[in-house]
Antibody, heavy 119, light 107 residues
Framework: QVQLVESGGGLVKPGGSLRLSCAAS????????MSWIRQAPGKGLEWVAF????????YYADSVKGRFTISRDNAKNSLYLQMDSLRAEDTAVYYC????????????WGQGTLVTVSS | IQLTQSPSSLSAAVGDSVTITCRAS??????LNWYQHRPGTSPTGLIY???RLQDGVPPRFSGSGSGTEFTLTISNLQPEDVATYYC??????????FGQGTKLDIK
């Protein structure tokens, strides 16, 4: 079955960096669109970044553009999110999610990894 | 594109039928998806393209609408339906936008 397992979250000071990873299994990862989506404490869902399958088209939310970098390693069935210049408002649970049938409907999500930006 | 859900929260009894509305700030045809986020778990896809159920979703969930107004209806409400429900548009991406969520409780 489809499994997505995030890792790499933790406590970081403002201005610091973190790299999140998402290990995928149970489906053709290299054929799939993927996204990172976050949920700040007590808030709703916010899309962060998107990467397509083979061509690797990439998009970012305005709130993270220039600070975050999404990437993938299809040989390792892994998705990444490099987060630099972190701010307090980046504090959230970060989920990786798979696009169903290469669409912007994200049918399967990982369990999430918590990123806390605080001094 | 902005999405506005109503109500923000609701409470209903087991066996009831509930409806959640999602309004888009412009015409999104039928590019509207729904997600379920149960407490203590991760979100999951529920309905895509307005009315198509994701594999494994019980048929008591249904979606309808087009243009700017959409609804998610849950019939015969069950305790496991306690969750926050989000709509999301995939008509104009990026950015992908979500509604603010509707929290559903059981009376």
């Amino acid at each position: 079955q489809v499994q997505l397992v995030e890792s790499g979250g933790g406590l970081v000071k403002p201005g610091g960096s973190l790299r999140l990873s998402c290990a995928a299994s149970g489906f053709a990862f290299s054929d799939s669109y993927m996204s990172w989506i976050r949920q700040a404490p007590g808030k709703g869902l916010e899309w962060v970044a998107f990467i397509s399958n083979i061509v690797g088209t990439i998009y970012y939310a305005d709130s993270v553009k220039g600070r975050f970098t999404i990437s993938r390693d299809n040989a390792k069935n892994s998705l990444y999110l490099q987060m630099d210049s972190l701010r307090a408002e980046d504090t959230a649970v970060y989920y990786c999610a798979r696009g169903n049938l290469n669409s912007w409907f994200f049918d399967h999500w990982g369990q999430g990894t918590l990123v806390t930006v605080s001094s | 594109i902005q999405l506005t859900q109503s109500p923000s929260s609701l409470s209903a009894a087991v066996g009831d039928s509930v409806t959640i509305t999602c309004r888009a700030s412009q015409n999104i045809m039928t590019y509207l998806n729904w997600y379920q986020h149960r407490p203590g778990t991760s979100p999951t896809g529920l309905i895509y393209a307005t009315s198509r159920l994701q594999d494994g979703v019980p048929p008591r969930f249904s979606g309808s609408g087009s243009g700017t107004e959409f609804t998610l209806t849950i019939s015969n409400l069950q305790p496991e339906d306690v969750a926050t429900y989000y709509c999301q548009q995939s008509f104009s991406t990026p950015p992908m936008t979500f509604g603010q969520g509707t929290k559903l409780d059981i009376k």
